[in-house]
């Protein structure tokens, strides 16, 4: 092989090299790209789940305050009718008192009869 010959084929191994790399670089690049593509998909999955999540927490925390509301009001229901029963006792001893009084009185007159 001449030097003609040889440096042609030297250019031609330099171009094929540079080609390859070319080629690998590309493949590289799309790899890449759809490594990417791939986390951003996973990414919007996991976003997808938070948001499902967080919405449904936010769902319970109305609920719950729903029912902090209901037992709030049960209390002030409960107090009222503790307050009314305690009102109720007070009057159920006067009336005894009174019933007590009126028997005695009755039971004196019974004697002095």
Do not use: C, P, Y
């Not at 890449?32 to 593509?37: A, D, F, S, Y």
């Not at 967080?54 to 319970?60: E, N, P, R, V």
């Not at 609920?63 to 209390?75: A, C, I, N, S, V």
């Not at 009057?91 to 028997?103: C, D, G, P, S, Y």
Request: hydrophobic share 35%; proline share 0%; glycine share 6%.
């Amino acid at each position: 092989m001449g030097i003609k010959e040889s440096g042609l084929q030297f250019a031609t191994d330099i171009e094929n090299t540079i080609i390859e790399t070319r080629t690998d670089m590309m493949q590289g690049l799309e790899d890449l790209t759809h490594r990417i593509n791939g986390v951003a998909n996973d990414l919007k999955a996991f976003r997808s789940e938070v948001t499902k999540e967080l919405t449904g927490i936010k769902s319970d925390i109305r609920e719950l305050k729903g029912l902090k509301t209901e037992f709030e009001d049960f209390r002030t229901s409960q107090t009222e009718f503790n307050n009314r029963q305690v009102e109720f006792n007070n009057r159920q001893m006067e009336w005894n008192t009174a019933a007590m009084e009126i028997l005695m009185d009755l039971q004196r007159k019974a004697s002095a009869a």
